[in-house]
């Protein structure tokens, strides 16, 4: 391979895995979104997080916080397909839990639905995240993208996002 060709091919991984950023990082984002919203619809605020957790409200709450800070360091730092998914994945499962939470405060089809839906898209993330693929492969990435557009759907029928 020519000095030409790979910088070239570096090039394209470049272009790919900032792609892959922008695709789990949104979906991250999302998640967050969903899992701070039930959280609120569930009367938990930040105050709540503990260190260790005692109890589905400390650690919803703790979950919450730990996915902030993940957040925070996709933002600072260069994409990593891999680090990226499972980013994806634990605002997933983060959501998850405070879906748990916010279910079982409510009584309902709708919050039933959320519930169903965020373990969905928990589990998407999950697939997306793990094999030997680790964030690249583009039909998992596409379940779980389709998996958080129902989980927020879900949510926001539930009263659970604005």
């Known amino acids: 391979m020519s000095g030409r060709e790979a910088a070239a091919a570096g090039a394209d991984a470049e272009a790919e895995a900032e792609e892959l950023r922008r695709v789990h990082g949104g979906r991250a984002r999302s998640a967050y979104d969903r899992a701070a919203g039930a959280c609120r619809r569930a009367g938990v605020g930040p105050d709540a997080a503990e260190i260790v957790p005692t109890d589905p409200v400390g650690r919803a709450a ?3 916080r730990l996915t902030a800070r993940s957040l925070a ?3 600072r730092t260069a994409p990593d397909p891999a680090a990226d998914a499972r980013c994806a994945r634990n605002a997933a499962a983060t959501a998850a839990l405070a879906a748990q939470l916010a279910a079982s405060r409510e009584d309902g089809p709708t919050a039933a639905a959320a519930l169903r839906a965020a373990l969905a898209a928990s589990r ?7 094999g030997t693929a680790r964030g690249r492969d583009a039909a998992l990435n596409a379940a779980a993208e389709e998996a958080e557009r129902q989980a927020v759907t879900t949510a926001r029928a539930a009263g659970w996002l604005d």
């Open 62 to 64: 703790n979950a919450l």
């Open 124 to 130: 998407s993330a999950a697939a997306a995240a793990g």
């Open 73 to 75: 360091t996709l933002a």
